[in-house]
Structure formats: structure tokens, C-alpha cells
């Protein structure tokens, strides 16, 4: 086993056994060596070899028995018994928000209930508000989060997806006889989630690749195989999650490829209006070709197909049906920001909050990404969960910033802060402090729960407010488990345009906000956009590429990203945005 792979069975035995009703010490033992698995520096297999995994700390006999049992067996009986003895259906019901190991073993004792189903139908009827610790309130909670469940069904995150689908396709792209492979479909495009992965091979002869693929030894179960298309499910170890997703291979000639590279990467919507257009020039447009049954139009690649078609090329990120077609016949298809133009970052945390390096450390990293600054960005004093600054560890981290700075070369840091929106819209530092930042992120981290009204006002004041650089996270939504707070963003749009407030895009791939739809309207009101990896460790940093297909998505270019500016011009902007303040 992999240290990905044992740190999820690590985190698995964790769950379980708080589903078995043990203590959170003894669990949270299991969570904690999964994450110091995680890390360890080196080879898990050589550490296990050379008898080194007693020097790691916090990781006691019994745990050592099973991380290197599993590391050399690839299993463990402890973890088979465990898995044996209690319903998957337990296990599925922890994606709900609010259910914990301790409501769920309650159900099930009480109850009975070991499935989702089984739960819907007692909240519908009552019997689950009735329960000690639970109430109406709750069993509300439970329905809207079962009923969140079913609209996400089985997509999986971009970040998740997107590595799997690379490994299959790395190793298609290596059997004998491809000639062109690429991924189509939703991951082609770049959407927040995928249902599934559409691999798209060319070669001459299908059958071996095919058997090949088949045999990946991803590939857990088969679930069709024809004579140009396999289905498989397929499964990976990534940073301790367990990802599976359905995987469909098909294999064209290399003639056909373009046209069933064009169709298999949709949207679907996408293709539609091209079928149309095609229709309209008297022509049929599919997976295997365009023209009609006295003329072929050849097209090398999917550029040609556009062009027989008279429109300029469109990247797969734009094939929505939401203008591109339009755009691409008045040859007016955006030059698309790309990850190469990032310059810099904005929004990161360190140990001074709730991240896990030091300044030092994040700046290093961010100059090791061959970006030029660092914007530090922890949390502000409400928010003590995230061990967020009071003023006076503020005034020490612009010490140490400038002590760093003294040593380090090549990269900036920028004193920033992310400041916490608070209930009334007013921030969470004095005006007198706030000044000495270079920048300002506002952000809500507290009382999700307020109406739509309430928490549109709060953000738009919050906007209003003379320091506020630029507003965070701008829905709380947590993508596939929860919706995020009711807002109005269209209002919380018009309001940073009209004081020139900047948006981030959050490029945790958990998050994702501002969606694409919004950053396209954002861009129409000339709201510039900031790609945020809001990092709280050095491995982060470069999740904003996932910002960038956001991006790329909302129509963005080179100049609507405020952080592809060069360190010059960005802090020539943070010092104008200042001296209009002190001038307000
Ligand atoms: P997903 O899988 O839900 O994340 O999204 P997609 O876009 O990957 O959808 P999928 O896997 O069902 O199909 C892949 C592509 O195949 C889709 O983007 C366009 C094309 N396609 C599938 N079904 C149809 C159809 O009925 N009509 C047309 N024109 N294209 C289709
Ligand atoms: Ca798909
Ligand atoms: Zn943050």
C-alpha cells in the first residue's frame, strides 16, 4: 500500500470505530496517524523496512502493528472485522450535515435505521425529531440534506476526478497502436464536478487497447465492453480520500478523432447548436464526420471543424451554449487567461491562524511555483476556531514579515488580512489597524444561516467599507454537501462594482466561488477578479489553477485577473487603492 492508501484505511478504521460508539481519543488516533502517515518525509515501505516507524511521533505500538501490517500486506484483519460488522449504509449517512458518528449509531440502536433510505422515511414520518438530541430542527436538516444528496448524485470534485483520469489516460497514451488520446467530456471543459471520465483514443486496431484498459489496475469492476467502447469503474488513492468514478474508453479511426473528440467533450447543449449550424450548410455533424453523403469535410483536428463550420476556434471551457457560438461567428472568442499569467497570490494562511507552515515556509513555496509574491491573508480575532489574530499578533506578524523579507530573494510578501464580515456587516479590526495592511479580504465565516435579505446587506456594507480590497469566498457553498448561504449575488455584484471592490475566486476545489456564471456577469460589470488558492499549507498554493479554469470558464482574460498584474504594478494599485482611502 501506498501512504495515500494507508492513510485511508487509517482514517477509515477512525470512522468506524466512532460508529462503533468508541471514544473520540481512541478515533481521533486513528485521524491523526492518517495525516502523519500522509506527510512523512520519504519512502512509507523503506520506513517500514528499516524499523523507523517507531521514531514518529504519535504513533504508538498498535498503530505501528497495523501501518505495517497493511503496507506489507495490502489489508488488515482489524479493518475487515470492522468493515464486516457495521452497515455500509452507517457509513454513507456521515455525508449529511450535522450527522456525526454518535447521531448515527443512535438511529441505528434506537431505530433501527442503517440506510439513507430507511432514514428519510423516519424523518418523514416523524419518528426522528422524536429521539433524545434530536427535535423537529434537526430531522428538517436531515431531509434537506438527503434531498441535497440526491441532486448531487454520484459527481465527484474536479481536483479528485481530474487525477484519475490523467493516470488512465498516461497510461493509455503509452499502449502500442494509440495514435491520439485525450479526456473529453465535463473534465475536458473543466466543470466543478464530474459524473464520469470519457477517454477518447485513435488507433487502427481497438481490440488490444481495449483488453488493455480493462486491465489497468485502477480498474476494480467492468461494466461493458463492446467493440469500440469499455466501461469500466475505476478507483485511486488521493491525499487519503478513496475516489471512484465510472470510466468510458472509446476508440475511433484517426480520421474520426477530431469530430468524436469535438462530440464526446460536449456540453451536450454545445453540440446541438452545432449540429444546427452544420445543418444550415446543408451538412450532417456527428461523431464520425461532417458533410454530406456526396461531400466529406476533412478536418485534422478540431479547429478545422470550426472553421468548415466559419467560426474562429472555441476552447472546450466555453462550450456551454451561453454565447460562444455567437462570439466565435464575430470572431470575437477571448483570449483566455491561462495558469502561465498567474503572477502572484492573495488569500493564503500560516501558523499564525489556522495554516499549518510559517511565513518563511509559505513564501519559499510560492517562489518555488515561480510566482513573485505571497500575500498572507490569516484570520482575524472573532474567528478563534481559526485561531484568528488579535491586533497585537497582527503588529508581531508585520515584525516577522519584514525581518523575512530581509532574507528572502525572489519573492514579496504582502501584508494582508482576511477580515471577518461581521453580524451587523461591520469588520472585525479598527479602522486604524485595518490601514496597515496592504490589502484587505472580507469574508463570512459565521451565521450562515441568515435570510437572504440580512446577508446581502451585510456583505454589500461590508463592500462599502473604505479598506475592503477585495470580498472572499463569496457564497460558503462546500461543493456536493452544502448549498452555500442564501445571498443575493447579483446585488453583491452591482455593489463591488460600484465602489470598485475586487471578487476572488476561490480555488479550494471544495469551494469554487464565485461560480463561472457569476464571474461572466462579474466581468460584464468590469469587476476585476483575484484567483485565490487561499492556502493553508505550502501544497496548496498551487490549487489556483483550479481558479484558473474558473476563469477560462467566466470568459476571463490576462487583464481581468487582478494577480497576473507583475509585483510593480500590483502594489502600484494597493498603494492607489490606500491613498484614497486616507483622502475618504
Ligand atoms: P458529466 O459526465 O455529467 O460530468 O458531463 P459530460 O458533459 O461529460 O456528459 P456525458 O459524460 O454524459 O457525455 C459526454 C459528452 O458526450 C457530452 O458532453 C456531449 C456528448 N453527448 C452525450 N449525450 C449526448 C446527446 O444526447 N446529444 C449530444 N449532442 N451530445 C451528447
Ligand atoms: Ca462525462
Ligand atoms: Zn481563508
Known amino acids: 500500500m501506498t501512504k495515500d492508501e494507508v492513510a485511508a484505511a487509517l482514517d477509515e478504521m477512525g470512522t468506524l470505530l466512532a460508529l462503533k460508539g468508541e471514544n473520540a481519543f481512541r478515533c481521533n488516533a486513528y485521524h491523526n496517524a492518517a495525516r502523519t502517515v500522509q506527510q512523512l518525509d520519504g519512502d512509507l515501505k523503506q520506513i517500514v523496512a528499516d524499523g523507523k516507524l517507531s521514531e514518529v511521533r504519535g504513533i504508538g505500538d498498535t498503530l505501528q502493528e497495523k501501518i505495517t501490517t497493511l503496507v506489507k500486506t495490502g489489508q488488515h484483519k482489524f479493518l475487515n472485522e470492522l468493515r464486516a460488522s457495521i452497515p455500509e449504509g452507517l457509513v454513507q449517512m456521515l ?15 434506537t431505530l433501527g435505521i442503517d440506510t439513507i433510505d430507511k432514514l428519510k422515511a423516519a424523518c418523514e414520518s416523524g ?26 448524485g454520484n459527481r465527484v470534485r474536479i481536483d479528485l476526478a481530474l487525477p484519475l483520469g490523467r493516470a488512465l489516460l498516461e497510461q493509455i497514451k503509452a499502449m502500442p497502436g494509440v495514435i491520439r488520446a485525450e479526456l473529453c467530456g465535463s473534465l475536458r471543459r473543466r466543470r466543478e464536478t464530474a459524473k464520469d471520465i470519457d477517454i477518447l483514443v485513435s488507433s487502427a486496431n481497438a481490440q488490444p487497447i481495449m483488453d488493455a484498459f480493462v486491465a489497468l489496475p485502477e480498474v476494480v469492476q467492468l461494466v461493458g465492453q463492446g467493440p469500440t467502447k469499455s466501461s469500466i469503474v475505476a478507483t485511486m488513492h488521493l491525499d487519503g480520500t478513496k475516489v471512484t468514478l465510472n470510466a468510458d474508453l472509446r476508440v475511433v479511426t484517426d480520421e ?25 450548410h446543408g451538412w450532417l455533424l456527428n461523431e464520425y464526420g461532417l458533410g454530406s453523403e456526396t461531400h466529406r469535410v476533412p478536418a485534422k483536428d478540431e479547429a478545422d471543424i470550426f472553421k468548415a463550420l466559419g467560426l474562429e476556434y472555441i476552447p472546450p471551457e466555453l462550450r456551454e451554449d451561453t454565447g460562444e457560438v455567437e462570439a466565435a461567428e464575430a470572431k470575437k472568442i477571448p483570449a483566455l487567461v491561462a495558469e502561465s499569467d498567474i503572477r502572484g497570490v492573495f488569500h493564503n494562511h500560516t501558523t499564525y491562524s489556522d495554516g499549518t507552515a510559517s511565513l518563511e515556509e509559505m513564501a519559499l513555496a510560492t517562489k518555488a511555483l515561480g510566482l513573485e509574491y505571497f500575500g498572507v491573508a490569516d484570520h482575524s480575532q472573532s474567528l478563534t476556531i481559526a485561531r484568528g489574530l488579535p491586533p497585537n499578533v497582527v503588529r508581531k506578524q508585520w515584525a516577522e514579515i519584514d525581518r523575512v523579507h530581509a532574507k528572502l530573494q525572489g519573492v514579496t510578501i504582502i501584508k494582508g488580512t482576511e477580515v471577518d464580515i461581521l453580524e451587523d456587516g461591520s469588520l472585525d479590526y479598527d479602522d486604524e489597524l485595518l490601514a496597515g495592511f496592504d490589502y484587505v479580504v472580507a469574508s463570512v465565516h459565521s451565521l450562515f444561516g441568515m435570510p437572504e435579505e440580512e446577508m446581502t446587506a451585510r456583505v454589500c456594507k461590508a463592500l462599502a467599507h473604505p479598506a475592503v480590497t477585495m470580498l472572499g469566498h463569496s457564497t460558503g457553498r462546500l461543493l456536493l454537501k452544502r448549498d452555500g448561504y442564501k445571498i443575493n ?15 476572488e475566486i476561490n480555488a479550494q476545489p471544495s469551494r469554487l466561488d464565485l461560480d463561472w456564471v457569476h464571474v461572466k456577469r462579474a466581468k460584464a460589470m468590469g469587476i476585476p477578479i483575484v484567483i485565490n488558492p487561499d492556502a493553508h499549507s505550502p501544497g496548496e498554493l498551487d490549487l489556483f489553477r483550479y481558479g484558473v479554469d474558473v476563469a477560462r470558464r467566466g470568459w476571463l482574460t490576462k487583464d481581468d485577473v487582478f494577480n497576473t498584474r507583475s509585483l510593480k504594478d500590483v502594489m502600484k494599485e494597493l498603494h492607489r487603492r490606500k491613498g484614497q482611502r486616507a483622502k475618504a
Not at 468524436?260 to 454545445?270: N, P, R
Not at 449575488?489 to 471578487?503: N, Q, S, T
Open 95 to 109: 455525508r449529511l450535515p450535522g450527522m456525526g458518528p454518535k447521531k448515527v449509531k443512535a438511529l441505528h440502536d
Open 489 to 503: 449575488l447579483d446585488a453583491v455584484l452591482k455593489c463591488a462594482a460600484e465602489h470598485g471592490k475586487m471578487i
Open 127 to 152: 419518528a426522528v425529531a422524536s429521539q433524545k438530541g434530536f427535535g423537529a430542527k434537526t430531522q428538517q436538516k436531515i431531509l434537506e440534506g438527503i434531498a441535497f444528496l440526491g441532486t448531487v
Open 256 to 280: 474520426q478523432f477530431p469530430f468524436a473528440l469535438h462530440y464526446f467533450t460536449g456540453s451536450k447543449e454545445h453540440n446541438i447548436r452545432l449540429r444546427q449550424r452544420a445543418i444550415d
